[in-house]
C-alpha cells in the first residue's frame, strides 16, 4: 500500500514535473522528494519519471498510475475538505486578485463553481498589475491571487498549476524573426531582451528574462516595463523582444508585434498564491474548485 506522503510526493511531481517545485509545494527537502520516488519506484519495479539534466518526464507507467490515482485522491481530499467546512463553515468573504484577462475568464468560472458548493461565501475579484499582486496579499487587501508562475517567495505559497501555455517570443513585426515559424532559446543571443521590473520575485523575473543561453551564451538585458501593454509598446518601437504566454495573441493583437513561438522553451505556467500563514479553509476550497474547472473534461464536438 502507498503511503500518503508517498502518493502526495508522486502527484505533486506529475504535476510540477519539477523536484524543486515540488519541494516547495510540500513544504520539504528536495532531496526528500528524490529519496521517495526512488523508494516508491523500487517498491512498484519500475520507473515512474523519465529523468535528464534538463527535464523529468513522466514514464507509461507513472502516467497510468497518475491518471488512476488522482481522482481518487480528490475525493479523499474533497471528502476531508467537506468535513473541515461542516466544522469550521465556509462563510464571509474571499477576495481574489488576477493578472491580465486571461486569468479572469478562469476566474469568473471558478468563483461560480465555489459560490455554488459554497453559498454561504461571497467571492470579490479584482484585476492587479503583476507589480501589485505580492503587495496586495502582504497588506491583506487580498486573499489569493490568479497570476504567472513562478514566484518562490519564503512567504508565499504556489497552488498548484492550473493554466500551461506555450512559451511566445514579442518581436517588432519588421524583425527577422516575425517571419520565422519558430525561434529556440539560443537565438535570444541574438536579440535584446526586455526585462520585469526589479520590485518582482527573482525567480520570476529569471523566468522570462534569463542572462544566458542553456549554452552560456549571454542574453542583452533590455529596459524594463511594468505591464504587459507597456512592454509590447516597447517591442513594437524596436526597443527589444519579450518572453509572453500564448494567450497575448489573442489578447494583446497588435500590427507592430508578432509573436512567435519558441520551440525548446518550457511552457508558462499560472497558478493560485497565497500568504503561508493565511491558507484559510475558504482559500484551499478555491484553489480545490479551480483545479476542478481545468480538470474537467472538455465537451464534445
Known amino acids: 500500500m502507498l503511503e500518503r506522503h508517498e502518493l502526495e510526493a508522486f502527484l505533486t511531481l506529475a504535476e510540477e514535473l519539477h523536484f524543486g517545485r515540488t ?10 522528494v528524490s529519496q521517495t520516488i526512488a523508494k516508491l519506484e523500487r ?16 514514464s507509461p507507467v507513472g ?11 480528490d475525493r479523499i481530499a474533497h471528502a476531508f475538505a467537506r468535513a473541515v467546512d461542516t466544522g469550521r463553515g465556509l462563510t464571509g468573504l474571499l477576495r481574489v486578485a488576477f493578472d491580465g484577462p486571461a ?20 467571492v470579490q475579484l479584482r484585476e492587479a498589475r503583476l507589480t501589485e499582486v505580492l503587495p496586495w496579499l502582504r497588506n491583506g487587501e487580498v486573499d489569493t491571487a490568479l497570476t504567472c508562475r513562478p514566484i518562490r517567495e519564503k512567504d508565499v505559497v504556489m497552488g498548484p498549476v492550473l493554466v500551461r501555455e506555450a512559451r511566445m517570443l514579442a518581436v517588432p513585426a519588421g524583425h527577422p524573426f516575425a517571419r520565422r515559424e519558430a525561434v529556440s532559446l539560443e537565438d535570444l543571443a541574438r536579440v535584446t531582451d526586455l526585462q520585469l521590473p526589479e520590485t518582482l520575485p527573482h525567480s520570476l523575473r529569471d523566468d ?38 500564448a494567450h497575448a495573441r489573442r489578447y494583446f493583437a497588435r500590427p507592430d508585434v508578432s509573436y512567435v513561438p519558441i520551440e525548446d522553451a518550457a511552457p508558462v505556467e499560472w497558478g493560485l498564491v497565497w500568504l ?26
Open 43 to 58: 517498491r512498484i519495479g519500475v520507473s515512474l519519471f523519465h529523468r535528464t539534466s534538463r527535464r523529468v518526464e513522466l
Open 23 to 32: 519541494a516547495e509545494r510540500l513544504h520539504i527537502s528536495t532531496a526528500r
Open 63 to 73: 502516467r497510468q498510475l497518475y491518471e488512476e490515482t488522482r481522482p481518487a485522491w
Open 103 to 122: 486569468a479572469s475568464q478562469l476566474l469568473l468560472a471558478t468563483a461560480q463553481a465555489f459560490r455554488s458548493r459554497h453559498p454561504d461565501c461571497d
Open 276 to 301: 503561508a500563514d493565511g491558507a484559510t479553509a475558504r482559500i484551499q476550497a478555491f484553489s480545490q474548485a479551480a483545479l476542478s474547472m481545468v480538470q474537467e473534461p472538455s465537451p464534445s464536438p
Open 208 to 245: 522570462r528574462a534569463p542572462r544566458r543561453t542553456p549554452d552560456g551564451q549571454p542574453i542583452a538585458q533590455g529596459l524594463s516595463a511594468a505591464t504587459l501593454t507597456e512592454m509590447l509598446t516597447l517591442v513594437g518601437a524596436g526597443e527589444g523582444v519579450a518572453t509572453v504566454g
